[in-house]
């Protein structure tokens, strides 16, 4: 089992950027779905952005479309995701899961809730000011 580790979090200012990192060891596994999703307290696991690892497909929730780019880079075997324009209400412990997807295009946020992920990293906050 994939064993996964966030890294990156911090205190922004509105309108700033930040860079989530999420190192899978031993490897980014093929065939799975990997995402990010975010919590605030008092409030259910947010989906935020989902790619698979096998193909393209990438899915991102409407609240950071256009704003947020999820990325693999398997040589150095993270999952990233780089968070422009920021805003307050992206404040948030950022966790990274896995699971494995038996087709690419298996990996969207509507099919598969946080629930449906097995595989979790212990989370990192961000925390944007206004």
């Known amino acids: 089992q994939v064993q996964l580790v966030e890294s990156g979090g911090g205190s922004v200012q509105a309108g700033g950027s930040l860079r989530l990192s999420c190192a899978a060891s031993?490897?980014?596994?093929?065939?799975?779905?990997m995402g990010w999703f975010r919590q605030t307290p008092g409030k259910e696991r947010e989906a935020v952005a989902i790619i698979a690892t096998s193909g393209t497909n990438v899915d991102y929730s409407d609240s950071v479309k256009g704003r947020f780019t999820i990325s693999q880079d398997n040589a150095k075997n993270i999952i990233t995701l780089q968070m422009n324009s920021l805003k307050p209400e992206d404040t948030a412990i950022y966790y990274c899961?896995?699971?494995?997807?038996?087709?690419?295009?298996?990996?969207?946020?509507?099919?598969?809730?946080?629930?449906?992920?097995?595989?979790w990293g212990p989370g990192t906050q961000v925390t944007v000011s206004s």
């Open positions: 031993p490897w980014i596994f093929p065939h799975n779905c």
């Open positions: 899961a896995s699971r494995y997807a038996s087709r690419p295009d298996f990996c969207s946020l509507r099919r598969l809730p946080p629930s449906e992920y097995h595989n």
